[in-house]
């Protein structure tokens, strides 16, 4: 079982208020993914789960249990960091043991458990060596093997990929949901990639400055994001945003149209733009263009094409967003429905 | 063109290198080889190198004057004891201030490193008062106090830069992993920081063996140590080259083989963090 509640978890270090009050419920099996800009307390609100930080008000409950003072040891909760924080002198077989040492376990079982995760994870070649022979994948393994012999009640993840080179991180990307899907345990995950969160959570938590934004499934995000913050985040390219009369058109501050959203023509449609560079991806071209009199928050517009569609710098091109897709937000920031 | 240069100046940095090496080691192999001289060889001009008749008889004569192993126990309790009492005070500073520093761990640090600013001239008599009155002049507990006291800040620096490498990460990850503040202790931090403590502790040991000034002020027979074994040989007895450099020989030869065995040790120790 892993179901976590937090009940106006709040921390400050010293004078700085890092996360206001904030209550959230994280489903036993479930996948959810804490994502936001650098800074905005998604690691602390983890290190306030796994017990590594004190809380500064408020109550965290696993399995209905309270364990807000209970130090991370006796949490049940196992954690992958970034650095992967392997012990330097162990080798692989008896840093995967530790935790089942710790828990005082026989001898026979540690083994047995032991070669299991090495046989999952692929590292029976490498169980005698130590964490400093083995490539950043494999050390990113071994911790993930850590992680799961001692069967937790929950996973949490501290940017377990962004020490890996791109190719490396969809691997693993797939490895994780793939663990997910056949442990059914719950797991926290923190991110500052959204495509991270997108691909792999049942369930985001958007956070900015330790405030929670939203919360919901990938594509409730992605449909309906709450407010402006969210809209930006979630998607990518990000959406772009128009103001002044056309979103007044719409009785809005603002509207935002998904790059996705607008079709584009080089004869006629809603606004005139100029294409600035062309990036093709092969089954996608994505356009950064120029729009004219048109009022928006950033200098270029992003519209995503076929990528058999040949448009190059300097061509004249018309957009027009798609029906329904407008998003729109009042003064505030605020998405109306 | 490139290479040449490269060559050029790899040459001049191995002759200075020699050179500087050279320059260091001479006055110990000088006094080596002087202690195998007769003493009116030992101040010949011009200076016999290797040609001289090779006589074991100073060191005889040294054996027979003083008790030369006196000297070496006493060298030898005075050093391990104040390493040892260094090591207990500094360990669980070193690690508090690398692992819960608080506001003024900093400034802690720098007034440590401060107090090895002021010379050891200047507390000197204060420090032969304090001992006169607690009847602890020539006495092995007064050194091994005074020096572990004189090393202590650079026992702990040593320490603290050592911990302060071992990633916080991983102690957090043996929390996680279920250890207990002494398991953690026990099997994640005490073996990070082994190889640390150790060089640590051997170059407290050579600071401590070779330290003079204290030992020759505090000690007059009882607790006096190899420093002193060679200090006897200087004035009093009028010049007897040959003589005092066996002693000095003899003194050093122990803590020589000793860096000798553990040079890879010690240079790690020395620039750790820098080199990595």
Known sequence: MGRITLDKVSKSFGEVNVIPPLDLTIEDGEFVVFVGPSGCGKSTLLRLIAGLEDVSGGQIRIDSQDATTTPPAKRGLAMVFQSYALYPHMSVRKNIAFPLKMAGMDQAEQEKRVDYAAKVLNLADYIDRRPGQLSGGQRQRVAIGRAIVREPSAFLFDEPLSNLDAALRVNMRLEISELHNNLKTTMIYVTHDQVEAMTMADKIVVLQAGVIEQVGSPLELYQTPRNLFVAGFIGSPKMNFFSGQEAAKHDAATIGVRPEHLDVSTSEGLWKAKVGVAEHLGSDTFLYVHPEGVETLEDTVTVRVDGEMALRHGDEVWLTPQDGKIHRFDGAGLRIA | ?276
Do not use: C
Request: glycine content about 4%; cysteine-free.
């Open chain 2, 1 to 276: 063109m490139a290479r040449a240069v490269t060559t050029q100046r790899k040459v001049i940095a191995t002759a200075a290198a020699w050179t500087i090496g050279i320059a260091i080691f001479f006055p110990i192999l000088w006094t080596v080889l002087t202690s195998f001289k007769t003493e009116a060889q030992a101040i010949a001009d011009p200076p016999v190198w290797f040609g001289f008749d090779w006589t074991l008889e100073n060191y005889e004569v040294v054996q027979e004057r003083s008790n030369y192993f006196r000297f070496l126990m006493n060298s030898v309790i005075i050093a391990v004891g104040s390493t040892v009492l260094g090591l207990l005070i500094a360990i669980p500073s070193a690690w508090s201030m690398a692992f819960v520093p608080g506001k003024r761990t900093k400034d802690v640090l720098m007034w440590m490193l401060s107090t090895k600013m002021l010379p050891a001239v200047g507390v000197l008599f204060p420090i032969v008062l304090i001992a006169r009155f607690l009847d602890l002049y020539d006495t092995h507990i007064l050194l091994i106090v005074v020096l572990m006291l004189m090393n202590l800040p650079i026992i702990i620096w040593m320490l603290y830069t050592y911990f302060k490498e071992i990633p916080v990460d991983i102690l957090e990850a043996a929390r996680m992993d279920g250890a207990s503040l002494r398991s953690e202790i026990i099997y994640v931090l005490t073996p990070m920081a082994l190889p640390g403590i150790a060089s640590t502790m051997l170059l407290n040991i050579i600071l401590a063996w070779n330290e003079a000034f204290w030992t020759l002020n505090l000690t007059t027979t009882k607790a006096a140590p190899l420093t002193a074994f060679i200090a006897s040989y200087s004035s009093p007895e009028g010049l007897f080259y040959a003589k005092l450099s066996a002693a000095s020989t003899m003194a050093i030869a122990p803590i020589l083989i000793m860096g000798w065995f553990s040079q890879k040790q010690l240079v790690r120790g020395l620039t750790f963090g820098a080199v990595k």
